[in-house]
């Protein structure tokens, strides 16, 4: 990378985006107590102000239902009332992601996801040049997208994408809050309202596929679990449409099933895959094929696994 006069590059040449951006601290000096600054809050009549017509295709437009299981919103506020990076660690399936659009949604804020895959590269994240018509043209990627409109960019599994790949966030994610695009030979400043948050499942953890320590320690982290019966089961039949009666017996194969996670199963079933087996009972599917379809025949291959899970299954329908 280049410095110097490339350090000091910081006005943006992108004419589709926004110019006015801020370090960590010129934002906390800001802001008035409210978390969406005045400038990006939707006008009275309800229509978005000029600044953010950019960021609208990424807004959460309704509220995303979302069961608190102790404190971890008002911890959420608290990181992003000083932009903290954040990290949730938990198994698939647990509402991670679910919580993630929930707190977009509370904070007003938009929300840019990205799904991580083994293949994804660090242009993939900040961006490339195309060729059309004209010539060639700059496409940011999603990170840099959020980076400059002051979106909540979303990391799903981050552990997925390559190690170089993952070390493109750094430069964002300490104080210097700065994502360079070398290929383009342009820092973005990050906005005052950009905040990264990254997932991943500790239980997939290995020698290959784990986060590296200098990545961990530029985050805070909240760690998610499966809900206790009761809760679990009020989710289910929440989205699922399934009376409370069928949603905690599906909890209890649940609970069957995570009991068996290292004796033969990689992971026990997710509070998701209950939703999608009381959505088909809700739907008129009988429960034992809705169970098979949704959480015995999806989770494992192998069949005395499967025979011990329809037992479950079974026992409960």
Known sequence: MRHGALLKEI???HDDYVRTYAPRQEARATRTGSVMPAAYRPAADGSAPAAATGLDAY??????????????VDLYEAAYS???????????????TRFVEYMAWKLGKPLITVACNEDMTASDLVGRYLLDANGTRWQDGPLATAARLG???????????????????????DARRILPLEKK??????????????SYNPGYQSLMKDLKQSTKQR????????PEHEVEAEIVAHESGVGLDVAKNLVHIAERSRNLKGHGL???LSTRMLIYAGSLIAQGVAPLGA????LVRPITDDPDMRDALDAAVTTYF
């Open 185 to 198: 030979g342009e820092i973005i400043q990050a906005h005052p309202d950009f905040q990264l948050v990254i």
């Open 151 to 173: 979106a909540i960019c979303y990391l799903d599994e981050v552990v997925e994408a390559r190690q170089d790949t993952t070390v493109a966030i750094h430069p964002l994610t």
């Open 219 to 226: 985050f805070a982290a909240l760690d998610f679990h499966y």
């Open 82 to 96: 000083v932009r903290l990076p954040v990290m949730l660690k938990g198994p698939t399936g647990c509402g991670k």
């Open 11 to 13: 006005a943006m040449r």
């Open 266 to 268: 990689d992971e026990g």
């Open 59 to 72: 807004r959460v437009p309704q509220e995303p239902y979302y069961r608190a299981l102790a404190d971890e």
């Open 291 to 294: 169970c098979q379809m949704a």
